[in-house]
């Protein structure tokens, strides 16, 4: 028997079968089907509930698989509107913070009436988490001059080294290369607060130069001098952290934690001295 002849039987088979259980469905729901219909409906129901339940749970299969789909479409769009959210809390989060930033600055311009001060932002720094030395977006043209003070609503930050015209160098206070003429808040005392290699990386000064018999104590307020003529009088600088004595014992020094977060510079304010 050829191939095509195979198939046509299989093909005519399938369709009695289908016609008989058509037959037998309608027997089994026609009151009116004589006995030997309802015997047949009887006997091939419950083949006929099988075909249909397997019919149904195809079909339930196909609409499940329509279903992830659609779970996975709208899964993909929930996380990108969570993603959209998540970057505009971040945004809102760095306004807030700059926000502050510019309002301490313009509280500590209000509060230092007597100095002429202009508002800058931080725009180079060399590598690394520490800002030694760093770029300022004013220059000649907004009147700043090499040696003019820079400080923050925070502290003392350094002063001005090179100045472009729309651009200047600053030397921060941590610099090894750095030296601020300060007095000790509560002893009156004059000392010089220097940076240093390996204290700058922590963010903390030197305090050397101390007067013979001044008692320093962890926690007393150092601010500058004002001696100088560089650094206005009064501006802080930070607090002793830790007394120490020289490798002779004969004078001592003290590690200044600064005021300012050499991490983390973003504004600053210039001291225009009008040389």
Not at 29 to 40: E, F, K, M, R
Not at 112 to 139: H, Q, R, S
Not at 229 to 247: A, F, M, N, Q, R
Request: aromatic share 8%; glycine share 12%; proline share 2%.
């Amino acid at each position: 028997m050829g191939k095509h002849r195979k198939l046509n039987l299989i093909l005519l088979v399938l369709t009695v079968i289908i016609f008989i259980m058509m037959g037998v469905s309608f027997a089994a729901n026609n009151s009116s089907v004589s006995t030997p219909g309802s015997i047949l409906g009887t006997v091939f129901r419950p083949a006929w509930q099988f075909f249909s339940y397997v019919g149904n749970g195809v079909g339930g299969f196909f609409d499940y698989l329509g279903d992830m789909r659609n779970f996975q479409s709208e899964n993909l769009e929930l996380k990108d509107q969570v993603a959209a959210l998540s970057e505009q809390v971040r945004e809102m989060d760095g306004y807030k913070q700059e926000n502050e930033r510019l309002r301490r600055l313009l509280e500590l311009s209000s509060r230092e009436e007597g100095l002429d001060m202009v508002g800058c932002e931080v725009i180079a720094k060399d590598p690394g988490n520490w800002f030694y030395t760093f770029t300022i977006d004013k220059g000649s043209h907004a009147g700043l001059a090499i040696d003019d003070a820079v400080i923050s609503d925070r502290g003392l930050v350094g002063r001005i080294t090179e100045v472009g015209p729309n651009w200047s160098k600053v030397l921060t206070i941590i610099d090894a290369d750095s030296s601020v003429g300060a007095l000790v808040n509560r002893t009156q005392s004059f000392a010089i607060v220097d940076g240093d290699l390996t204290l700058g990386d922590h963010g903390q000064c030197q305090l050397n130069h101390i007067a013979a018999g001044n008692s320093l104590v962890p926690g007393d307020t150092i601010v500058t001098s004002g001696l100088g003529g560089i650094y206005p009088e009064g501006i802080l600088i930070g607090t002793v952290l830790e007394v120490k004595s020289d490798s002779l014992g004969y004078s001592q020094y003290a590690v200044v934690d600064t005021a300012v977060d050499f991490e983390r510079i973003r504004e600053v304010m210039v001291v225009r001295n009008g040389r």
